[in-house]
DNA sequence: TAGTGGTCTAGACCACATG
DNA sequence: ATGTGGTCTAGACCACTAT
C-alpha cells in the first residue's frame, strides 16, 4: 500500500524528502537523534544510496538535519532565539558577545487586536495572551517586546509565575505546551519610540528605533506567536553579502 | 604538467569547480554565455559525468552559474544595481514598483578619506574620485548617495560628462573603465540626516534615515567602489527569513 | 574493528529545449 | 532529431568516529 503524503509523481529522492521530513515533523525522532544509515534507508525503501543521499542533502538544504561524517546524520534541534540579536550589536569592549537576560514586565488576556488576529489565522475575536517583555544586557534595556500568543493553545502559560519563565521563551513554550518553534519570519522597520517605550527602554523620547516583527512558525507550518521588538536604532546594524 | 591554481589534495569535484571558477573570472566565457555541456567536461578532464555534476552544482550554489534543462549551463550576468531597493518601498498606490532615475549633483577628486582607503584597499593618501548623487523615484528625491572610486582606475570617469552617465553606474563602469562588479557586501545601520542631506532629500532636520554601506568587487575579488546611500527610514522595509 | 558518511565511477534512461 | 541537463542505479574505495 503506497505512502500517504507522498506525491508518486515526484523524483524518488523528493517522495523521500517529503516522507522523511514528515517523519520528523511527527517526532519519530527526537531533535539530536540520529535518523536510519544511508545503507538502512537504501534497504528499507528500495532504493540506490545515491537517491537517499540526495533525500538527504535536501533535508540538510532546508535546515531539517545536520550530518557529521562517521557518527550519522541528526534532528536539528532550533535553538534560534538569540538569532534576532543579529541585527543589533550589543557586545563588550573587548567585542566579546553578551548574553541578554530577560524579565517579564506585563501579562494580560485579551482580544486579539486585527493584525496578530491575521498573522496567527485566529477568527477576529480570538482571545490571546499578550506579554510584555524587556531584554536586557549588562543590565542595561535593549529590547521592548510585545508578544502575542493564541489563548487556547497556550493557556499553560496564564497561570504560571512570569518569574519562572526564564530567559528564552522558545524551551518554555516546548515544555509547557509541546509547542516546538521550527522556523520564523521577520520583518525590519523604523520608527520613533512612544513615551511608554522609552520609559521602559530608557530613551529619550522620540528617539528613532528599529522594530523587527516576527511570525514565528510551528514544525507543520502553522504560525504559532507574533511578537514585535523594538530597539534603540543606534544600536542597530545589519549585514548582507549580494551578487 | 598540472594546471596552476588548482589544489591536487582537495577532492576532484572541487578542482573542477576550482578551475571552471578561475576561467569564469577570467572572462573565458562573457556572462549570459553556455559553459561546455557535462559530456564535454567529463571527457576533457577525464573523469566521470556525476563528478563534473557535482562541481558545476556547487558553482550554481556559489550564484557563478544557472542551468536551464535542454538548453545548457551559463554564466551568471552580475545585474545587480537595482538591489539596493529591496531595502527600500517605493511603489506606485497600485503596488507597482516604480523605476528609480539618477542625477550626479557633484564630483570632484580628493584625497581618501581614511575609511575609504581602507575599504578599497589603497594607500593612505591615493586620490579618489567623489561622486554626489541623488536617486529619485515619480520626481521625489528618495536616497542621497556618496560614490567614492580609485581615481587610477577609473580615470575615463574623471572627464566624461556627469549628464551622460545615465540612470545605473555598473554598467558605466564596465563600459568606460572595463571594471566589472560581481558581488558587494552591505552594512545598514540608522542615523538621523545631516543638513545637507536633508535639502537634497527634502526631509526635515533630524529625521532618522537608514544608510546602506555598500562595498562593490570586482570579479578577482578586488574592492572597485565604495558608497554610502541613505534614505528615509520611514520608507525602510527589509523582510527575512530564519531557522 | 565496525559503522558511518564522502568521493567517484560508468553506465541507463527520462525530460526538456531547439532547430 | 539532436543535444542538453535530471534522475537513478549498483557498485568501489576512502575517511572519519566510536568502541
Chains 1, 2 share one sequence.
Not at 33 to 51: C, D, F, K, N
Request: glycine share 6%; hydrophobic share 40%; proline share 5%.
Amino acid at each position: 500500500m503506497p505512502d500517504q503524503s507522498v506525491d508518486g509523481r515526484l523524483p524518488l529522492y523528493l517522495q523521500l524528502r517529503d516522507l522523511l521530513a514528515a517523519q520528523i515533523r511527527a517526532q519519530k525522532w527526537q531533535p539530536g537523534q540520529a535518523i536510519p544509515s544511508e545503507a538502512e534507508l537504501s534497504q528499507t525503501h528500495q532504493m540506490a544510496v545515491g537517491t537517499v543521499r540526495r533525500a538527504i542533502e535536501t533535508l540538510i538544504a532546508e535546515g531539517l538535519v545536520e550530518r557529521t561524517h562517521g557518527r550519522g546524520t541528526f534532528v536539528r534541534k532550533a535553538r534560534f532565539d538569540n538569532s534576532l540579536f543579529r541585527f543589533f550589536r550589543f557586545e563588550s569592549a573587548e567585542g566579546q558577545p553578551l548574553a541578554p537576560r530577560s524579565v517579564i514586565v506585563g501579562r494580560k488576556t485579551i482580544e486579539a487586536p486585527r493584525q496578530v488576529a491575521e498573522a496567527l489565522h485566529l477568527k477576529p475575536h480570538a482571545r490571546v495572551i499578550e506579554l510584555l517583555r524587556l531584554r536586557t544586557v549588562d543590565d542595561q534595556p535593549v529590547l521592548a517586546e510585545n508578544i502575542y500568543l493564541c489563548a487556547q493553545r497556550f493557556k499553560a502559560l496564564a497561570d504560571k509565575a512570569p518569574e519562572d519563565f526564564g530567559d528564552l521563551l522558545y524551551p518554555l513554550y516546548e515544555r509547557e505546551c509541546g509547542l516546538i518553534v521550527a522556523s520564523a519570519r521577520e520583518t525590519l522597520t523604523v520608527e520613533t519610540v512612544t513615551a511608554a517605550q522609552a520609559r521602559l527602554l530608557g530613551l529619550k523620547e522620540k528617539t528613532p528605533v528599529v522594530v523587527i516583527e516576527r511570525i514565528a512558525f510551528g514544525s507543520d507550518g502553522t504560525p504559532l506567536e507574533w511578537r514585535q521588538s523594538r530597539g534603540a536604532a543606534s544600536k542597530f546594524r545589519y549585514s548582507a553579502e549580494i551578487r
